[in-house]
């Protein structure tokens, strides 16, 4: 026998690669970044739900993804919201995923640019509960469903400058530096329970979040944290 596996080179990557029978969980998958991987998800096999807080751009967006033949469903969640994510996770997602969840996105993102002595109470609790209080609580509810799928993942959207300083946005920087420590802390604390944790840290994209900020973002590269 070879030492390595021959690969077919006449297959795609949609023939080699499946996620025939898996479910994904993609938070924000109306615009931007979450709204591509619902896609390459969808693209690839998987049954995706995802959630926004505009009911009118979520219908448009499921009615585009029927076209597409993709199986994806939606709901309104304000993920800055307790209540609304514990819906999410224990009622909607749970019931139409059968208790199983194999996949879940941390992606939704906000921020607001201004030096630091001028950012407010407000500012500092909005950008916390939309990017880190929620992707926190997220992955605690999703943890038994994530457990019960026997092959689960958690991805974070973080973002490079929660690695380095682009000299703006302190509050948006900290959030994704913390949750570049919580990838750490649960790939190893859920690794028994079969569930992997990995975060994504792009750099400029263009998106409606990265438009009001895109002339003072000067970060070039991307860095991807593997558990
Ligand atoms: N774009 C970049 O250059 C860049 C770079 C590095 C990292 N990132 C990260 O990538 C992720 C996605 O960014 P993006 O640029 O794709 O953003 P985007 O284009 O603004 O899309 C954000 C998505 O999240 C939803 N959303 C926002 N706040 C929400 C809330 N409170 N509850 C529920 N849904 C909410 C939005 O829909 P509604 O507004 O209708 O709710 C939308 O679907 C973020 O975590 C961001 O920090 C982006």
Wanted: with cysteine; net charge neutral; proline share 3%.
């Amino acid at each position: 026998m070879g030492s390595h596996a021959e690969v077919d080179s006449s297959s795609t990557p949609e023939s080699r690669w499946s996620l025939e029978g898996t479910t994904a969980l993609v938070t924000g998958g109306t615009k931007g970044i979450g709204h591509a991987i619902v896609e390459e998800l969808a693209r690839f096999g998987a049954a995706v739900h995802t959630c926004s807080r505009n009911e009118a751009e979520l219908n448009k967006c499921m009615h585009e993804w029927e076209k597409k033949g993709f199986r994806v469903t939606g709901s309104v969640c304000d993920v800055t919201s307790p209540s609304d994510r514990q819906k999410l996770i224990t009622s909607t997602v749970s019931s139409l995923f059968d208790g199983k969840l194999n996949i879940l996105i941390n992606n939704v993102g906000t921020n607001k640019i201004k030096p630091t002595t001028e950012y407010k109470a407000e500012d500092f609790s909005l950008i916390m509960s939309t990017n880190f209080e929620s992707a926190y609580h997220l992955s605690q509810l999703s943890h038994p469903l994530l457990k019960a799928s026997s092959a689960g993942s958690i991805v974070f959207i973080s973002s490079t400058c929660g690695v380095v300083s682009i000299n703006v946005g302190s509050i948006y920087s900290a959030t994704k530096g913390a949750m570049n420590q919580l990838t750490k802390n649960l790939a190893c604390e859920w690794a028994k329970d079969n569930i992997r944790t990995n975060c994504v840290a792009p750099s400029f994209t263009t998106t409606s979040l990265a438009e009001p900020i895109s002339c003072s973002w000067h970060v070039a590269a991307c860095v991807v944290v593997f558990y």
